[in-house]
């Protein structure tokens, strides 16, 4: 089943075009890396699947409906530092934030059974063990892994991430890789993920996207990872460079990164 | 034997501590000072119509209406700015200028009114909109105040985790299903309704202070969410009733005396910062 279609997609905002004419399809089950440098639109089409921005023309559907009518099959995790930390919430009530909209819309009380489920989505993240402790306490990774167990808590089929490694150290990015891994393994979700470092999520990429307000290439990654293509976008400098059967790119906008924990 | 205005006026200082002590936090996490500015200012514009209404039809009871009434509408209109695009500070911005600019135009209408008609109980009045005058409130004045209190008390209640939702990530409360808009709509509903209902009793000029330190001052001291309820709660009921029986003593209005114990304890927390 198609999990995303595009055709002809143009996203605008105030009438102008922010993205222009995206085509492309994502099956069920697959991961697309959408790739792209600074005000490449990476982060609008985004928010246009996943309902949050509406001006557009052309075709868009998320399982064969209009965006905002696919809502409940969306989990949406956004960049954590976009969130307001002044807010004294703990990990466990930032996770439970994603089912207790199902119901109502006075939430005084969390509901137990929401409360098991927050745990257990923390454990699948591996966060079981800092619950109660406040979002804006934990470090970078944790809180982006927090995000993450908010977003399965109501069982999405499409999970969209905006920048999940951006701010990182090598450490938090292979501790949020691993639960990406996880969750593509295990639970066999739909992903688009936005990034501009896509060396670290090379491993669970099905499909690369490149734009730069347009559509640059599409494709699986040694289709589109290819230096005439990186070049195009990023500059003479930019190069693929291919590793012991693993591509790497260098676009100038990130570092390769060992496992010593060093950039290069 | 304590006198009769002494006691009224104590529990409407617990009514309104209680009130603002909840809602003072949510001003802060949601960033709504500016907002809270231009709510209070339209207060007065409300009452300024109020009292000229309130004179034309003798009845001074419409000052407080009018100034709810006002003051709801304006915060509507700010929440549609917001929609249609205006980030809440330009939409405040437009309003606010509009908002002064109408209450100077009202006080005109109103000092021509006034050289009509007898205006003693009124004069009382504008000068509790502007400084507060607690000890001057009725026995009407104080069962509004509790009972209209009581009602905004458990809306907010059964809805401040939405807030905090609200506050924390607007746009993550919308994708799980959620109406952030209902939810900012009911918030700016609160504040204003709220400040029509204790203006009399704090006083407009003091109002915004009142309204936003205890919660700044909680969430300095303390980061879980029960902790930092029962902080600005403390501080608003101890400032006030305090506030209250030292203005008994010295005749000097309460309101500006809690505005300055507020003042004070802020000032002394950032400095030891």
Known sequence: MEAVTARNLTVTYEGKPAVEGITFTLNEGETLLLLGPNGAGKTTLLKTIACFHREYSGELRVFEREPCEARELIGYVPQSHSLNERVPLTALEVVAMGEVYKRGFFHFKLPPETLKKAEMALSFVGLGEVKDRLFRELSGGQKQRVLLARALMSDPKLLLLDEPLSALDPSARAEVTNVLNKIKREREVTMIITTHDINPLLEIGDLVMLINKRLIAFGKPEDVLRDEVIKSVYGPLAKVIPVEKRLYCITGDFHIHTHGGGGR | ?273
């Open chain 2, 1 to 273: 034997m304590i006198p009769e205005y002494l006691i009224r006026a104590i529990l409407a200082s617990i009514m309104v501590s209680v009130l603002l002590g909840m809602l003072s936090p949510l001003i802060n996490t949601k960033g709504l000072a500016f907002l809270t500015h231009a709510i209070f200012h339209s207060l007065l514009f409300g009452a300024v119509l109020g009292m000229i209404l309130g004179l034309l039809f003798e009845n001074m009871g419409l000052v407080m209406l009018v100034a709810l009434i006002i003051t709801v509408a304006i915060v509507l209109i700010i929440a549609q700015l917001e929609k249609v695009g205006f980030s809440p500070d330009s939409a405040v911005g437009i309003v606010a200028s509009f908002v002064a600019g109408l209450t100077v135009l009202g006080f005109g209408v109103l000092y021509k009114v006034m050289a009509t008609r007898p205006y003693f109980p009124l004069s009382q009045s504008i000068v509790s909109y502007l400084t507060g005058e607690i000890f001057l409130i009725t026995l009407g004045d104080l069962s509004a105040l509790v009972f209209g209190g009581a009602v905004l008390f458990f809306l907010m209640l059964f809805l401040y985790r939405d807030f905090l939702y609200l506050s924390f990530d607007p746009e993550g409360l919308e994708s799980y299903g959620g109406n952030a808009r209902a939810y900012l709509m009911v918030l700016y509903v609160l504040v204003g309704a709220i400040g029509a209902l204790i203006v009399q009793t704090v006083g407009l000029i003091t109002l915004q202070v009142v309204a936003v330190l205890p919660g700044a001052i909680a969430l300095m001291v303390s980061s879980d969410v029960r902790k930092v309820l029962a902080v600005s709660l403390f501080l608003t009921l101890s400032v006030q009733l305090s506030s209250v029986v030292l203005a008994y003593f010295t005749d000097i209005p309460p309101s500006g005396l809690a505005t300055i114990m507020l003042g004070v304890i802020y000032g002394v927390l950032l400095f030891r910062r």
